[in-house]
Each structure stands twice: as structure tokens, then as C-alpha cells.
């Protein structure tokens, strides 16, 4: 049975082994390959810990295993009684003082990368996003830009981005792993973080506090560009015209379908505060439907007309409104051509 | 009179004996059987979790249904499984290792167990009146004050009651501890598993009554119209998170401490030594009780407290790991030079080693505050409870329960089937959790209904659901395995294991005065030393006499069935005003019974000296 | 050996309410009770704390406390504890009518006290309009001064259930734990209230 034990934690070591070097997870998805300053820093803490703690763990089963190799009761000493040792002083020392300075070897990275992280001396000069935590969606305001959006964070590379977070409903936790670790959202107080990419791309985002029903469909992306995109972006974000016409003729009249069914009661078209529904205002560019779906015209239709099938639970299927397949498929066709910048998710992955 | 009603009784009888019930090892069974019933329920919805999460955008069950199963298994498997399965084991063994005839207050213990049940009972209740609670075991505002429906009323209300259950109980252990003692049983003469379960009680006595508080302020708000969570009203919803962890982190240590104490004596008594070190075990024990009220912070790291304060509580929690570190190698050495057996209550023990390490030392890793920005609340930190809490509670649970069925029921359960149910069950769970740390570092949230394809999460939830049933496997051998020793089994004598301590020293099932003579304890292990000083049995500290018992009563069960009818009164009030009329009642009922309790004298009864005399003819 | 005896001796020991099992029992076990109590109080304090300015625009301690009622209950609490102490002195005596005697000064004082309670809350609700839903300082006022009002309540019908079930029997080694318990129980409400009257009031005005 023993060599059973064995063998098995062989099985468990190396099928971790392989797990850890096959991949770490999805790329600009997994904190196990950081793109950011704070996953960096946390990957780093995370090495140091797991690396004594391995130690540790190496240590009791080396003695684990020499006792049930040694000591297990023999064939005919079924009557042999061991000496009833009380304990021994000089090992319990031992085994007090040594954990504590493993701890300390822990403890001194981990306080200077907490108070590092909680750094805001620099938030003044910096580009400072308020965030607003909903069910089950994301709100991003530039602040002292006349820039709002939703889903879809834009930011430049190489630099630190202050994340000024609240929340209007239940609790919500901003976390881009491969950029950074998480912060709750409150609604009472706002938390302040910062977020810096060293690679262009887009990150795949989560919510990882429990919100409700979909709290696991509350996905949104982190888009880091090169300065000069991100200032071009910018640019083309603060001259957005909402009222613009559309080229084609089934776009203009989704535009005005979508104003009739007062989906502009919810949804804002250019720089508005966070609404009931998000901000469309470059929906065009988006990757994804709502955070998770297909970022097409059909899923698009298809969300127009359920939106409780993609994301059980959001608001908009409580909203009052009446289209017929065609009309959202007009309403899909003005919203897809809200591209207001060429700086879109592609500037981000098509570089080099 | 024992004898006479001890003869062949009716099903009827043998009902109203449990509901009336104030015998320490009766109520452990009633424990042992709800607190496993739940236990299942528990296995049940995470096993519909784990098919849920099979493959990715699975839709076998809905967002809402499986936000209510994430929620339920949680708060059944601590409140409603691990922590009566803990207070069974306390039951059936804490008087009797201390050499006691009862409990301190009997009359309490049963009213602890009742309150409990019904309180259970109320939780599962949302099942079938229009959705269960759903916002999460931790219920944190204001998701939890918001919440449609009644399903968190339900969650509010159940844990209410159950948890004045467990603060009574805890409250009936301490005092049983300091005052019930045979002569000679010193602090430091007493068993590690009844040291245990005196810190675990204290715990539980400090720990229990800021979730009191909790849930009173999250019931208010609910069902009353009050603000604490509500920020337009000025509330704060930080308020919860503190009151819940300054309870729930000590919880966890309510919950593995009495694991340590069954640890501690079935590895000192299966490698036939003295507990290693046993001085420095009770300190250690002590101080991570002490140490579990100070770190309540470390589950809120990414609240916002701060970096100074995010640091100090990483701090804190990393010194946990000194006495729990202390704890793993005194059990190293136990074995050390022992003559070490090897059977099912022991592969536990065994077993436990290596998992508690592993998720100690997850424990440590998530202290680091800044590291755990990233693991926080991701499957890294599921990965990591569920090491301690299966791995540590429930491997104990196992452990000590098939450790002491001898003793509770005078059959050892089948090794054969107690090893299968071991393998299984062990294979299972690291199978299930091992991988869930890289779930969680990969970027996998917990609390996730589903999660999308192509983010290399697939493989791993599908190992992690296969492991699951592997555990479900398990735990049906070990029902079988109930059921056939209860019909096939055989007899034990009263020390089956060639036991230490005192409970081996009398019949199994104990009689139902467990002592006919008070014991005379002469050091740590006190059968141990009669038996290397060639005696049978323990020396008696008094000539046999008279025998005091308390009265069996049904108020118990009638105060707990009043808060019962009450809670549902509270819940459906604000739909109706008339429920106001449910709650007069019900705590109408509550109040009479205790009106009544307090002005009946009930003196107890004797056991006569002819009858013991007679029944050791027997 | 019947249990009349050995409950009812001649005289009394000198601790009474720890002279039996039961006795000493109960009172170790009501001391863990009222330490779980502290903690359940400290939680409300400090909820009432964090809450304690948010007000909603609504009325805030400072318009609402008046020093001069909250001063009287305070009185009325105090002595009703230096009375309860008389009860246990008498009781210490074997001198159980004495005992009723200073435990019925004692239910009237908190009787009065609780009258006092009930006009405050009847005043803030109906003159002022401050109610548990008014702003999250009043749902943290109400329920954390509620609790200890509902305390006081239930010390009372506590001790009188006590005095009426015992006044034909008098005192014995039975329920003298009782009668000791629930005067213990009668200062750790006095103790609360003090909290109260200082962090609450006196704080709140100042």
C-alpha cells in the first residue's frame, strides 16, 4: 500500500510539472504570465513563498517517509513496546525558530511589495480612470477628458493608469490578471489602484467578487496601446459626434429605431456618465457581445431580442421595448458601425 | 430502572427516548445522524456544482439555480455538517475522557443539539419555498440585502437559530471541562482531544456572537426597512465583512482544532506512544486560538484597509504557521520509534500529514498580502480551504469516527470497506483540489456558474469533476459500510485498540452513567499506566454508591420548534402583517417553555447501588 | 438519601449559590454566557461607531440627545444594581424576605427605567420623526440601544418569575444559583448601559 502512496505522489508531481510546463494558462489571461507591473511583482512573491514553502513541505516528507518506512509494527513483534518519550526540548526550539525564519524571509518581500503597490504619489500626474462596478458591466471615465466608455479600458503602455473604483449596486472586484491583482468596489468608498502594461495586447478581464447571477459573464478587456495610439485614441474618442449618420441606409434607420424604442434611455452614445445600460459609443470596436458572446451581427440580433439567454439576469431584460427580427437587425447594423477611432483592439495585437 | 426500560420498547418509544433525550452519547448520535444527513445533502450540491463545471459553457444547471447550490453547499457543509459532526464526536468522547457522568448541563446540551436541527432545517427550507439563498456563504451586503426573494431571509434566519445552538453547546463544553474532571484529571493531565475541544468551545463562545450581531443587522435591513448596508442611507457595507470574519475566521479554527485532538490521540495510541512533545501541543493549540481572533483581516486584503493594515494582518497570519508547524512535526515524532498500525482510522491520520502541509502552506502563500491580490477569491483560495477543511476536518472527522464507532456503537466498522472508502475518497479529493491552485493562478474566479472556451481552463475542471466523483464513490462505501457492520458486525469488548485514555476503561456502549465509579486518574494517559502497571482497569476515586442523573425533557425540542415557527413568521411578515400573528406564537411557545422550565423543579433521579451491583452481574 | 435534604440544610453555607454541582455549574457557565454577551455588545458598538454620522441629512445625536432623561435612567439603572447587591447580601444571610424586599426595589427601579426608555423612543419617533429607517445612525441607534432595552426586559421578567415561583418555598440550595444568576445578569446590563450612556449620549452631545 505504501508503494501505492508513492507511486501516486510521483503521478501528482509530475502531472503538475507537466501542468506548470506545457503553459501557464492563456496568454494576457493567466497571472502565471504577467504583462503588468502588479502581476510582476505579485508572480515574483508568489515564487519566493511557494519556493520556501516547497522547502517545508520537502522537509516533512522526507521524515514522513523514513517513519512509515522504519517504524511500522514488525511480524512477531506484535507485543514490542516502544520507550514513551515525553518530548524533547532542543527540537521543539528547532522546529519553533527555523518556521520563523522562513517567515521572515516571506514576510519583508511581501510588506515592501504591498506598501510598492498602494503607491498613488504618482496618481496627479497620471492618467486617472474613474471605474464603475454594475450588474453586470463595466464603466470607464477618463477623468478630465470628456471620455466615457464601457466594457473596453484603452490605455497606454509603459505607464501607471489610476483606477478610481465605486460601484452603484452590490459589490464587484476589478481583476486583470496577467496586469495586475484585484481590488473590490465599493459603494460607499471609493478604492484607488493602478494598473501599468509593458506589452501592447489585449487582457482579458473579470469580475471576482460575487455579484449575482451572472457574476461569471461580467468579462471586459484591457486594451494597452503605444502612447501615440493611445493619444490618437484619444483624440478621435473626445470628437466623437453621437448624432453622426450612418452611410448606409439600414443603419440610419436602426439609428433612428434605436432612439424610438428609447434604447438611448439607457444606453449613452458618446461621453455621458454611467447609465442604466453601457455606454455604446465605440461598440463598433469591441471584441466581444456583452463581455462574453460572439461580437457579431447575429448574436447581436439574437441579444437584442433576449438579451436573458446570453446574460441571465441584466437589466435590459426587464426593459420594456417591442422589435421585430428586422429592426434589430437595422439597430445591429448602426451600432456595428460605431467605430469612432482606428484605434481599435487590433492596433493593440497587430503591432510588430 | 435502567433495566426495565432498557427491556424491548416499541418504535414510538424509541422516538419519544431521542426527542426527550438529555444522555450526552444519545445526543452525539442524533448529531452524528443530521450532521451526516447534511453532510450528503452538502456532497449532493457540489457534485451537481462540479457537472455544471464539467466543460465549458455548460449549461446543465441555470446561473441562479447554481448561485443557490455555490451557496448551500458552502453554508451546509460548515454549518450544518462539519460543525454538528464536530460536537457528535464531542459529545460521545469529551465526558468520557475526562472521566465525567454527564455533561454540565444536560438539559442545555440537548436544547444546543434541537436548535441546531431546526435551524438546519429552516435553511434547507428555501429549497421548496420559492429558491434558496443565493449570495454566497459569506452573504456579503449588499448583495445579500438586496437579494430577491426570501431565499437569504431563509439563510438569516437558519443560521440565527442554529448558531445559538452551537454558542450553547460551547458554552456546556467549557464549563463540563473545568468542572466536571475526575480526580486527578489535572489540565495537563487531560487528553489532546479534549484540550481541543475547551479551545474550540471558547472560540466558539467569542467567535459566535459578532455573526449574531451580523446577521441581526442584515436581518433588519431585509425585513425591517433598517440601513447598515444600504449606502443610500448612509450604510456601510465594510460593516459585514468585518462582523463575518471576525466570526468566520475563528470558525475555521472551531473546526480543525477538535480535528488536531483526533489526530492526536489516534496517532498516539496506533504507534503505542505517549503524544510527543505534549506540553508544547497544548500551547500550540492555545495559541492559534489566540492568534485566530487576530487575523479576521486577511480574508479582506483586497477591501482596501490599506497597505499598513493589509500588512500587519499578513503578519499576524504568517505566525499562525509557527504553531501549526509545531503541531506537524510533534505528530512526526509521535510516530517516530513507535510501532506504528496501520488500519482505516489511522490512513486518515496518516493521510492528513501531507494534505495539511500542503494546505498549510497555501495558507502561508495567501498571507503574503500582495500575492494575494492575485489568488483572492479565484480557485486558488478554493483549492486552498478545501485542504484544510477536507483535508484537515473532514479526513479528521473520518478518523475520529472510525476511532470511536467502537466505542459509541460496540462494533468496529469493516476494514475492508473503511480502506476502500479511504483510497477512493483520498484519491478523489486531491484529484479534485490539487488543480484547482493552477485554476485559480490561470485566471479562473471562484464562484464562476461557467467560464468561456479557450482559456486553457477546460482540462484541469474536467480532472478536478472526475476527482469529485471519485469522493462521491467514497462516501457511499462508507454508508455501506455503516449499514453492514450495524447488521453483520461483531461485538467489541470496551478496548478495542488497546487505548490510553479513559473512555477505553469502561464497556462499550458505555452504560448510560459511563462511570458505575468515579475514576482515579493518575497522569497523562491514565488506562495506559494502570495497564504497564499489570491492572485491568482504572482505580475507582469513590466506593460505589448512588448514581444522580438528570431527568429527560421534552422542552427542548418544543423552545426549539417555537423559534422554528417564529423564523417563519419574521420571514413571511413582510409579505402579510398577519405573520406577525406566527411570530407571537411561535415565540409564544419558546417563552412558555422556558416559563415552564424555570418553574418546575426538576431535581434529577438515582441510580440505586443495588441496581449498579446487579447490573455488573450481568 | 432524598434531595429535600441536601438542598434545604438548616443553614445556608456561606457561597449558597455555589454550594452544589448545579450551583457552580451554573454560575461559571453564566459568567461564559455574559462573556459571549460582551463580544455580541462590542460588535453593536462598534457598528453604532462606523455608523454613528451617518445621518442621510436626517437628525443627528447632537439635535436628538437630551442629557437630562438619559440622566435619570442612569440613575434609576445604578441604583437598581446597588439594590440587586442588597438582595445578594440578604440572600448570603438567609434572610429571604429581605431578599424579595430589595428585588422588588430592584424590578420597580428597572421598570422605571425601561418607562423612561419607551417615552424617549416614542418622542424621537413621533416629535421628530427619527425612526430605525430614518438613516443608517438610526437603524445603528435603534437597535444598538433596542438590544439593551430588550435586555433590561427580560432581566425583569426573569426576577420576577423567580420571586413569584419562590416566594412560598424560600430559599434553598436550589435556586439560590438562580437568584444569584440572574443578579449577575443584572450588572452586566448596568455595565452596558454605562457604555451606552458614555459612547452614545454623552458622546454624541459633546
Same mark, same amino acid.
Not at chain 2, 479528521?396 to 472508502?421: D, V
Not at chain 2, 407571537?584 to 416559563?595: C, K, S
Given at each position: ?97 527555523? +518556521? ?126 503605444? +502612447? ?13 459626434? +453621437?448624432?453622426?449618420? +450612418? ?106 | ?36 444527513? *447534511? ?30 447550490? !455555490? ?7 460548515? *454549518? ?82 442554529? @448558531? ?19 480526580? @486527578? ?6 487528553? &489532546? ?9 471558547? !472560540? ?9 450581531? @451580523? ?23 465594510? %460593516? ?28 498516539? $495510541? ?53 504553531? $501549526? ?21 489511522? &490512513? ?76 477512493? *475518497? ?100 491514565? !488506562? ?33 420548534? @417555537? ?25 409564544? %411557545? $419558546? ?11 426538576? !431535581? ?15 | ?50 455608523? #454613528? ?24 439603572? =445604578? ?10 447580601? /440578604?440572600?448570603?444571610? #438567609? ?13 420597580? =427601579? ?15 419617533? /413621533? ?23 430588550? /435586555? ?19 430559599? #434553598? =440550595? ?12 443584572? /450588572? ?19
Amino acid at each position: 500500500m505504501k508503494g501505492w502512496m508513492a507511486k501516486f505522489r510521483a503521478l501528482l508531481l509530475f502531472g503538475s510539472l507537466t501542468l506548470v510546463l506545457s503553459g501557464c494558462g492563456k496568454e494576457n489571461l493567466s497571472a502565471l504570465t504577467p504583462k503588468g507591473y502588479g502581476a510582476k511583482s505579485a508572480l515574483d512573491l508568489i515564487n519566493i513563498s511557494l519556493a520556501v514553502m516547497i522547502f517545508v513541505f520537502i522537509v516533512v516528507m522526507v521524515i514522513y517517509a523514513i517513519v512509515l518506512v522504519r517504524f511500522r509494527k514488525k511480524k512477531g513483534q506484535e507485543d514490542f513496546i516502544p520507550q514513551q518519550t515525553e518530548g524533547n526540548k532542543a527540537l521543539e526550539v528547532i522546529w519553533t525558530v527555523i +518556521p520563523i525564519i522562513l517567515l521572515v524571509i516571506i514576510a519583508i518581500p511581501t510588506i515592501t511589495i504591498t506598501f510598492d503597490l498602494a503607491d498613488e504619489s504618482a496618481a496627479g500626474d497620471s492618467i486617472n480612470v474613474s471605474v464603475t462596478g454594475n450588474q453586470f458591466w463595466w464603466h470607464f471615465n477618463y477623468e478630465g477628458e470628456e471620455i466615457q466608455t464601457s466594457q473596453d479600458l484603452y490605455i497606454p503602455t509603459g505607464e501607471k493608469v489610476y483606477l478610481n473604483m465605486k460601484t452603484s449596486d452590490v459589490l464587484h472586484s476589478f481583476w486583470v490578471p496577467a496586469l495586475s491583482g484585484k481590488m473590490d468596489l465599493h459603494p460607499e468608498n471609493e478604492n484607488t489602484m493602478f494598473i501599468q502594461a509593458d506589452e501592447e495586447g489585449v487582457y482579458d478581464g473579470k469580475c471576482a467578487e460575487f455579484c449575482g447571477t451572472s457574476h461569471s459573464l461580467m468579462d471586459f478587456k484591457v486594451i494597452a496601446v503605444s +502612447p501615440e495610439e493611445y493619444e490618437q485614441w484619444v483624440e478621435d474618442m473626445k470628437n466623437v459626434d +453621437p448624432e453622426a449618420q +450612418p452611410e448606409s441606409a439600414d443603419a440610419q434607420e436602426g439609428q433612428q429605431l434605436f432612439q424610438e424604442n428609447s434604447c438611448i434611455g439607457c444606453h449613452a452614445i458618446g461621453s455621458s456618465p454611467a447609465a442604466t445600460g453601457p455606454n455604446l459609443t465605440n461598440f463598433g470596436d469591441r471584441t466581444t457581445l456583452a463581455g462574453v458572446a460572439e461580437h457579431d451581427r447575429d448574436t447581436l440580433i439574437e441579444w437584442i431580442q433576449n438579451p436573458e439567454s446570453i446574460k441571465p439576469g441584466n437589466r435590459m431584460s426587464d426593459a420594456n421595448y417591442e422589435v421585430s427580427e428586422e429592426e434589430a437587425g437595422k439597430i445591429a447594423d448602426y451600432l456595428l458601425q460605431l467605430q469612432p477611432s482606428d484605434i481599435t483592439p487590433e492596433s493593440a495585437t497587430s503591432n510588430e | 430502572m435502567s433495566t426495565a426500560t432498557a427491556q424491548k420498547r416499541g418504535f414510538g418509544a424509541a422516538i419519544w427516548d431521542y426527542l426527550t433525550t438529555v444522555d450526552h452519547k444519545k445526543i452525539a448520535h442524533l448529531y452524528l445522524v443530521s450532521g451526516g444527513l *447534511f453532510f450528503l445533502i452538502g456532497g449532493l450540491e457540489a457534485l451537481l456544482i462540479r457537472i455544471q463545471l464539467i466543460k465549458p459553457s455548460n449549461d446543465f444547471v441555470s446561473a441562479g439555480f447554481y448561485n443557490e447550490l !455555490l451557496t448551500m453547499h458552502g453554508t451546509t457543509m460548515i *454549518f450544518l455538517a462539519a460543525m454538528p459532526l464536530i460536537f457528535a464526536l464531542l459529545n460521545a468522547v469529551v465526558p468520557l475522557q475526562i472521566g465525567a457522568r454527564d455533561v454540565a448541563f444536560p438539559f442545555l446540551n440537548s436544547l444546543g443539539f434541537w436548535l441546531f436541527l431546526f435551524g438546519g432545517i429552516i435553511l434547507n427550507c428555501g429549497w421548496f419555498l420559492g429558491g434558496a439563498p443565493d449570495a454566497g456563504w459569506t452573504a456579503y451586503a449588499p448583495l445579500s440585502a438586496v437579494s430577491p426573494g426570501h431565499g437569504v431571509d431563509f439563510y438569516v434566519l437558519g443560521l440565527q437559530i442554529s @448558531g445559538a445552538g452551537t454558542l450553547i453547546g460551547g458554552i456546556n463544553f467549557l464549563v463540563t471541562i473545568i468542572n466536571m474532571r475526575a480526580p @486527578g484529571m489535572t489540565y495537563m493531565r487531560m487528553p &489532546l482531544f479534549t484540550w481541543t475541544a475547551f479551545v474550540t468551545s471558547s !472560540l466558539i463562545l467569542f467567535a459566535f456572537p459578532a455573526l449574531t450581531v @451580523g446577521l441581526f443587522l442584515l436581518m433588519f435591513d431585509r425585513l425591517f426597512g433598517s440601513g447598515f448596508f444600504n449606502a443610500s442611507m448612509g450604510g456601510n457595507s465594510v %460593516i459585514w465583512e468585518h462582523l463575518f470574519w471576525i466570526f468566520g475566521h475563528p470558525e475555521v479554527y472551531i473546526l480543525i482544532l477538535p480535528a488536531f485532538g483526533v489526530f492526536s490521540d489516534v496517532l498516539s $495510541t496506533f504507534s503505542k506512544k505517549r503524544l510527543f512533545g505534549y506540553t508544547a501541543m497544548v500551547f500550540a493549540t492555545t495559541l492559534i486560538g489566540f492568534l485566530g481572533f487576530m487575523v479576521w483581516a486577511h480574508h479582506m486584503f483586497t477591501t482596501g484597509l490599506g497597505p499598513a493594515a493589509n500588512s500587519i494582518f499578513a503578519i499576524a497570519t504568517m505566525a499562525i504557521a509557527v504553531p $501549526t508547524g509545531i503541531k506537524i512535526f510533534n505528530w512526526l515524532f509521535t510516530l517516530w520509534g513507535g510501532s506504528i498500525t496501520i488500519n482505516s482510522a489511522m &490512513l486518515w491520520a496518516l493521510a492528513f500529514i501531507p494534505t495539511f502541509t500542503i494546505g498549510g502552506t497555501t495558507g502561508v502563500m495567501l498571507a503574503a498580502a500582495a500575492a494575494d491580490y492575485q489568488y483572492h477569491d479565484t480557485y486558488f483560495v478554493v483549492a486552498h480551504f478545501h485542504y484544510v477543511i477536507v483535508g484537515g476536518v473532514v479526513f479528521g472527522l473520518f478518523c475520529g469516527i472510525h476511532y470511536w464507532w467502537p466505542k459509541m456503537f460496540g462494533k468496529i466498522l469493516n476494514e475492508t470497506l473503511g480502506k476502500i472508502t479511504f483510497w477512493t *475518497f483520498f484519491l478523489g479529493f486531491h484529484l479534485t483540489f490539487f488543480i484547482q491552485h493552477f485554476l485559480g493562478l490561470m485566471g479562473m474566479p471562484r464562484r464562476y456558474w461557467t467560464y468561456l472556451p479557450n482559456q486553457e481552463l477546460d482540462t484541469g475542471n474536467l480532472i478536478s469533476t472526475i476527482g469529485a466523483f471519485l469522493m462521491a464513490i467514497g462516501t457511499i462505501v462508507f454508508i455501506i459500510n455503516v449499514i453492514y457492520t450495524s447488521v453483520k458486525g461483531h461485538k467489541v469488548s470496551g478496548d478495542p485498540w488497546d487505548g490510553r485514555t479513559l473512555e477505553w476503561s469502561i464497556p462499550s456502549p458505555p452504560p448510560h452513567y459511563n462511570f458505575k465509579q468515579t475514576p482515579l486518574v493518575r497522569g497523562l494517559d491514565p !488506562l495506559w499506566i494502570e495497564k504497564m502497571e499489570g491492572r485491568k482497569g482504572i482505580t475507582p476515586a469513590e466506593p460505589l454508591d448512588d448514581i444522580h442523573m438528570p431527568n429527560p425533557s421534552i422542552l427542548p425540542f418544543i423552545m426549539s420548534l @417555537g423559534l422554528f415557527i417564529a423564523g417563519f413568521g419574521f420571514i413571511y411578515q413582510v409579505d402579510n402583517l398577519a405573520f406577525l400573528w406566527v411570530v407571537i406564537l411561535g415565540m409564544g %411557545i $419558546t417563552l412558555g417553555a422556558m416559563f415552564v422550565r424555570s418553574i418546575k423543579d426538576d !431535581l434529577g433521579h438515582h441510580i440505586h447501588k443495588e441496581d449498579l451491583e446487579e447490573g455488573a452481574d450481568q | 438519601m432524598s434531595s429535600d435534604q441536601t438542598l434545604n440544610p438548616e443553614t445556608l453555607p456561606e457561597q449558597p449559590e455555589r454550594a452544589t454541582l448545579e450551583g457552580k455549574n451554573k454560575f461559571l457557565g453564566f459568567w461564559f454566557f455574559l462573556g459571549g454577551e460582551t463580544v455580541l455588545f462590542a460588535s453593536l458598538f462598534g457598528t453604532y461607531l462606523a455608523l #454613528n454620522n451617518a445621518t442621510n441629512d436626517g437628525p443627528g445625536a447632537e439635535e436628538l440627545f437630551g442629557l437630562e432623561l438619559v440622566f435619570i435612567m442612569t440613575m434609576l439603572l =445604578l441604583t437598581s444594581s446597588l439594590t440587586s447587591v442588597y438582595a445578594m447580601y /440578604h440572600m448570603k444571610n #438567609n434572610s429571604f424576605s429581605k431578599m424579595q424586599l430589595w428585588l422588588g426595589i430592584t424590578v420597580l =427601579l428597572g421598570l422605571g427605567f425601561l418607562g423612561c426608555e419607551l417615552y424617549e423612543f416614542y418622542h424621537y419617533i /413621533h416629535g421628530e420623526g427619527f425612526t430605525l429607517r430614518s438613516s443608517a445612525f438610526g437603524s445603528a441607534f435603534y437597535t444598538l440601544v433596542g438590544f439593551h432595552g430588550g /435586555h433590561v426586559t427580560f432581566g425583569l421578567l426573569w426576577i420576577v418569575t423567580l420571586m413569584v415561583r419562590n416566594a412560598k418555598r424560600g430559599l #434553598n =440550595l436550589y435556586n439560590a444559583p438562580k437568584f444569584y444568576i440572574a443578579s449577575l445578569y443584572w /450588572h452586566f446590563i448596568d455595565v452596558v448601559w454605562v457604555f451606552i450612556f458614555t459612547v452614545v449620549y454623552l458622546m454624541g452631545v459633546i
